[in-house]
Antibody, heavy 126, light 107 residues
């Protein structure tokens, strides 16, 4: 069965970096994008970007450009999200999700987040 | 970026009620619209994709409709396990924006 298992909770100081891992199993890792979504305490869901595990290509939300880096290690079916220059408002649960291609029309194809990791709590505190 | 406006932000209902949540996109997204359910402390779960297609294993009391800019999620007869938060998301183009969510509470 498809599983995404994330690394454990992190506590970081402002200005530091955090790197969260997402290990995939039960499907062909290179076949679907991995997306990263975060959720601040009591808030909604915020899309951060996607990683193409096959090519290593990425697409980041403009808000995170310059601070986020998404990478992968195909030998161990693992995706990574690193966020640098942490601020207090980066405190959140970070999720990885598989982006399955749903349907295509008008020159574009949907990305449906059908499996999610369990989430990684990142605390930012001095 | 495409903005997703979801309403209501919260809703109180009783077991057995029929409830509807709406989502409006700031531009046409055809039927590139997903709905997710999230329970406290858990990851979101895909309920509906392509505006009206039920994800495998999701009960048939959930349904979605709409196209273009206006969409709805309907739960035909609320069950206790349906009390949760619900989010719409456009899957048309990055950034794949979410609505702000609807918290469905027991009356």
């Amino acid at each position: 069965q498809v599983q995404l298992v994330q690394s454990g909770a992190e506590v970081k100081k402002p200005g530091a970096s955090v790197k969260v891992s997402c290990k995939a199993s039960g499907y062909t890792f290179s076949g679907d994008y991995i997306h990263w979504v975060r959720q601040a305490p009591g808030q909604g869901l915020e899309w951060m970007g996607w990683l193409n595990p096959k090519s290593g290509g990425t697409n980041y939300a403009q808000k995170f450009q310059g601070r986020v880096t998404m990478t992968r290690d195909t030998s161990i079916n693992t995706a990574y999200m690193e966020l640098s220059r942490l601020r207090s408002d980066d405190a959140a649960v970070y999720y990885c999700a598989r982006g399955a291609v749903g349907f295509c029309g008008g020159g574009t194809c949907s990305q449906d987040f059908d499996y999610w990791g369990q989430g990684t709590l990142v605390t930012v505190s001095s | 970026d495409i903005q997703m406006t979801q309403s209501p932000s919260s809703l109180s209902a009783s077991v057995g009620d029929r409830v509807t949540i709406t989502c409006r996109a700031s531009q046409s997204i055809s039927n590139f619209l997903n709905w997710y359910q999230q329970k406290p402390g858990k990851a979101p779960k895909l309920l509906i994709y392509a505006a009206s297609s039920l994800q495998g294993g999701v009960p048939s009391r959930f349904s979605g409709s709409g196209s273009g800019t206006d969409f709805t999620l309907t739960i035909s007869s609320l069950q206790r396990e349906d009390f949760a938060s619900y989010y719409c998301q456009q899957s048309y183009i990055a950034p794949y924006t979410f609505g702000r969510g609807t918290k469905l509470e027991i009356k």
